[in-house]
């Protein structure tokens, strides 16, 4: 049962405009969240992260929030470009150190297309 | 610059050889992971390792074994290699304590 889920397969925004791309979790316990970035034949590349204490954390044109009531959060990037096409994941982590032992739970994935 | 290596980065085997897929990182990180991407399905945990000569199974450990002699290094068997594991295999390790995996860039695998 996957306990971090990306719903949207693809989403396609022109340059310049604003992506966003969501995530939901059912796991509570959950208490960092990151978002990763894949492009094709290679592997996916740490982007921003936020901690459960924290609804906001922005890096230049990356913006996560994090809306723990509703166990969501959400990558905002703004502008858009033709280089962030690209396949995002979301990741969340445990506290239990002990029986997860550093692993992340993935959602599958959001194939972003910027278009000019 | 932190960086996790990948043996090869593309393969070509017949149903039923064995394989092994080598990671090796240089970061002297304690957590080591074994992933594979197939399209729709994301990044699915095959096994990992938090010392050497420790693992633990993943969601996906049918039909892999991996095996952990020296900190840096972590390596992905496949005991008899069948069409259904013809697929991208990511390699990626952390500190403990560290939530960010470093990622390798991947070895594509095709059995036929």
């Known amino acids: 049962d996957q306990q971090v889920k990306q719903n949207s397969p693809s989403l396609s925004v022109q340059e310049g405009r604003i992506s966003i791309l969501n995530c939901d979790y059912t796991?509570?316990?959950?208490?960092?969240f990151l978002w990763y970035k894949k492009y094709p034949a290679e592997g996916p590349t740490f982007l921003i992260s936020?901690?459960?204490?924290?609804d906001k954390n922005e890096d230049g044109r990356f913006t996560v929030f994090l809306n723990k009531s509703a166990k969501h959060l959400s990558l905002h990037i703004v502008p858009s470009q033709p280089g962030d096409s690209a396949v995002y994941f979301c990741?969340?982590?445990?506290?239990?150190?002990?029986?997860?032992?550093?692993?992340?739970?993935f959602g599958r994935g959001t194939q972003l297309t910027v278009w000019p | 610059d932190v960086k996790v290596t990948q043996s090869s980065r593309y393969l070509v085997k017949r149903t039923g050889e064995k394989v092994f897929l080598e990671c090796v990182q240089d970061?002297?990180?304690?957590?080591m992971f074994w992933y594979r991407q197939d399209p729709g399905l994301g990044l699915r945990l095959i096994y990992f390792?938090?010392?050497?000569?420790?693992?633990e199974k993943g969601d996906i450990p049918e039909g892999y074994s991996v095996s952990r002699e020296k900190k840096e290094r972590f390596s992905l068997i496949l005991e008899s290699a069948s069409t259904n594991q013809t697929s991208m295999y990511l390699c990626?390790?952390?500190?403990?304590?560290?939530?960010?995996?470093?990622f390798g860039p991947g070895t594509r695998l095709t059995v036929l």
């Open positions: 990626a390790s952390s500190s403990p304590g560290r939530d960010e995996q470093f």
């Open positions: 796991n509570s316990m959950f208490d960092y």
């Open positions: 936020i901690s459960s204490i924290k």
């Open positions: 990741a969340a982590s445990p506290p239990d150190r002990g029986s997860t032992l550093g692993r992340l739970y």
């Open positions: 970061m002297d990180h304690e957590n």
């Open positions: 390792s938090y010392d050497v000569k420790m693992k």
